[in-house]
Nanobody, 123 residues
Framework: QVQLVESGGGLVQAGGSLRLSCAASGRTFSSYDMGWLRQAPGKEREFVAAIRWGGGSTYYADSVKGRFTISRDNAKNTVYLQMNSLKPEDTAVYYC????????????????WGQGTQVTVSS
């Protein structure tokens, strides 16, 4: 198993930036592909971004492409989500998630989840 803890959420004005971090512990971090997902009030959870175990491949939802960047540091067991040009519609609880290498990552189906961190973007 792997345990995930997110940090870095908060309140920001539209057009601002935030960087989310997700620290992993437990089994070897590089055994997992990692994703960021979000859930806004009254809406279903949605895929935001994902990165393969080696960091060589990244994937983004159309709604965040060009504004968000996912990265990982396997030496630090951490995955990041840099969020720029934030919009009020980005307001949500953001979750870090993991699943074993090689599976579909552009999905909301992950094996392990963090507790989530709130991101609020004011207009």
């Amino acid at each position: 198993q792997v345990q995930l803890v997110e940090s870095g959420g908060g309140l920001v004005q539209a057009g601002g930036s935030l960087r989310l971090s997700c620290a992993a512990s437990g089994r070897t971090f590089s055994s997992y592909d990692m994703g960021w997902l979000r859930q806004a009030p009254g809406k279903e959870r949605e895929f935001v971004a994902a990165i393969r175990w080696g960091g060589g491949s990244t994937y983004y939802a159309d709604s965040v492409k060009g504004r968000f960047t996912i990265s990982r540091d396997n030496a630090k067991n951490t995955v990041y989500l840099q969020m720029n040009s934030l919009k009020p519609e980005d307001t949500a609880v953001y979750y870090c998630a993991a699943r074993p290498r090689g599976m579909v990552v552009t999905t909301t189906i992950y094996d392990y989840w963090g507790q989530g961190t709130q991101v609020t973007v004011s207009s």
